[in-house]
Structure formats: structure tokens, C-alpha cells
């Protein structure tokens, strides 16, 4: 699981640089110039892959930080394309290497695999294209002077995202009806009857928020109890533990000035007995 969240997170450069690292090796005789060239897009990426980790653990990016995330990401597999065809002829052009000193007829089938001088040259220069790319995204957000420094709130802004999320009017989302209703019929089979768990995954400002509240509006009725509580990186326990309790028990001054985690949670174990709860 963790490993398909850091691909959503990262795009194509998990796989990209383990190839790029497969091409400097000796099994790919690459022309001098290439082989800088390909180290150079190695470095750079790897420097663009903890970009996107570090943005992944930010929990409402501002919009510039967004777009150089998604400009990353979609350049990445982009240049995956290119790099999967240059080892293909590169692959090629070994295959027909080993071939020469053997059955005479596979000569003619390797001509054609061969690559010739045009296409040497054309892979160099896609090569160079590419590393144009990683410059100029570079460069354009740094001419903007857009970076991680500004990818959080401001530091004034006293009202959480999350909150707001809640409140937000469903119909400005577009797309949310089928995962919606794909969740909500899960959560409702009655099979095994068991304890059932969804995460929904993604960067700041997808609609993740929106989506779990109105799983939870659809689904409120078919159980005894719910909560629904909004989570920071630096959680108050207490407090959220106190918000759980006071909506399960419809309840909302009665445990206000509980101030022991342990008692606080005995009481939410004590009333959650025997009750279907969406949370």
C-alpha cells in the first residue's frame, strides 16, 4: 500500500530513475556526450523526487506549489516515454551486435533494427530536449519565485481547510458522484458484518474532505452513530477524542470537561458496544 501511495505522490520517477541508473551502466555503450547527459537528468530528477515527496506531506499546497507539482509529475512520465524508446534501440542495437556472428539470415532483420547515424543523432537530441525541459520548469518557477517555502498557508490564515471542505457545496466538485457511490456501496454490504476501513488518498485540495462527508450524509441513517472529526498533522488527542465522544452520544456539553484520555476513551469503547458506528 505504501508503495502505490508514493507512486501516486511521485508520477513516473520512481521507475524513471532506476532506468536512467540502468543506462549508465556498462551494458549501455553510450556516445561521451550522452552519458553526461543522462547523468545530469538522473541528478536533476532525483533532486524533483524529493521535491514531490516533501509536497506530499503538505496538507493544503497553495495554488503555484500545486501547479509545479502537477507540471512535475506529468513531465516525468513524459520522459519515461522517451527513455523506454532510446533503450529500446539501444536493446536493439546489442541484439544485432550478437547476431553478426551468427545464422546468416538474421543479418537482414537486424539491419532494420540497427539504428543508423540519423538515428543516433535523433536520440542525442531528444536527449538534450529533455534536459531542456527540466531546465525551463526550473527555471519558470523560480522566476516566479514560486518554491517550497510558499507551499503552506500563511501563518494568519486561523481557519483550518479541512472546515471548509466540510461546507463545501458538493456541486463545485466535478466527478465525485461515482467514487461516492462506488464507497457507499461497499460500506453497505452486509457481508461478514466486520469492521471496514476506506482511505481516500490524494494531495491538498482534491476533495478528499468533501467526498468523506458526503459518504457520511448518505450514509448517517443505516447506523446507530457517527462522528466525523478533522484531523491536523499535530492533533489535539484530547480534544478529538472529546468530539468523538459528544457526537456519538449526541452529547455535547456532557464530556466537555473531561481531561483524561484513558477515561475519555473507556466511555467512547463503553457506548460504542454492541452499535453499528460510521466514523
Known amino acids: 500500500m ?10 513516473a520517477m520512481g521507475s524513471l530513475l532506476r532506468k536512467l541508473g540502468a543506462m549508465l551502466t556498462d551494458e549501455y555503450k553510450l556516445l561521451k556526450n550522452v552519458r553526461g547527459d543522462i547523468k545530469f ?8 523526487c524529493a521535491f514531490l515527496l516533501k509536497m506530499s ?4 499546497p497553495d495554488e503555484p506549489t500545486k501547479l509545479r507539482v502537477t507540471a512535475v509529475r506529468e513531465m516525468s512520465y513524459k520522459i519515461e516515454d522517451n527513455i523506454d524508446k532510446f533503450m529500446v534501440l539501444v536493446e536493439h542495437e546489442s541484439s544485432c551486435s550478437e547476431a553478426a556472428h551468427g545464422v546468416a539470415k538474421l543479418m537482414d532483420k537486424c539491419k532494420n533494427l540497427l539504428p543508423d547515424i540519423k538515428t543516433r543523432r535523433r536520440i ?16 519558470r518557477f523560480s522566476r516566479y519565485k514560486i518554491d517550497e517555502s510558499s507551499s503552506s498557508m500563511p501563518a494568519k490564515e486561523k481557519v483550518d481547510p479541512r472546515l471548509r471542505a466540510v ?22 454490504e ?17 476533495g478528499k474532505t468533501t467526498l468523506a462527508n458526503q459518504i457520511r450524509v448518505n450514509l448517517g441513517a443505516s ?28 452529547k455535547d456539553d456532557a464530556y466537555s470537561r473531561l481531561d483524561d484520555i484513558q477515561l475519555i476513551i473507556d466511555k467512547i469503547r463503553e457506548f460504542l458496544q454492541d452499535t453499528s458506528t460510521l466514523s
Not at 505504501?2 to 508520477?11: H, I, M, N, Q, Y
Not at 506531506?57 to 493544503?60: A, G, L, M
Not at 542525442?124 to 527555471?139: G, H, P, T
Open 2 to 11: 505504501a508503495e502505490v501511495l508514493v507512486s501516486a505522490s511521485t508520477g
Open 57 to 60: 506531506d503538505v496538507e493544503e
Open 167 to 188: 461546507y463545501k457545496d458538493v456541486t463545485e466538485l466535478v466527478g465525485i458522484d461515482g467514487p461516492k457511490d462506488e464507497l457507499v456501496k461497499w460500506l453497505n
Open 223 to 250: 447506523f446507530d452513530c457517527g462522528a466525523f472529526v478533522s484531523i491536523s498533522r499535530k492533533p489535539d488527542m484530547k480534544a478529538i477524542l472529546r468530539s468523538i465522544l459528544s457526537q456519538i452520544t449526541k
Open 41 to 48: 537528468l538522473k541528478d536533476e530528477l532525483e533532486v524533483m
Open 190 to 206: 452486509k457481508e461478514g458484518q466486520s469492521l471496514k476501513s476506506v482511505s481516500i488518498v490524494g494531495y491538498g485540495g482534491l
Open 124 to 139: 542525442a537530441k531528444e536527449v538534450k530536449d529533455i534536459k531542456k525541459q527540466i531546465k525551463d520548469v526550473s527555471d
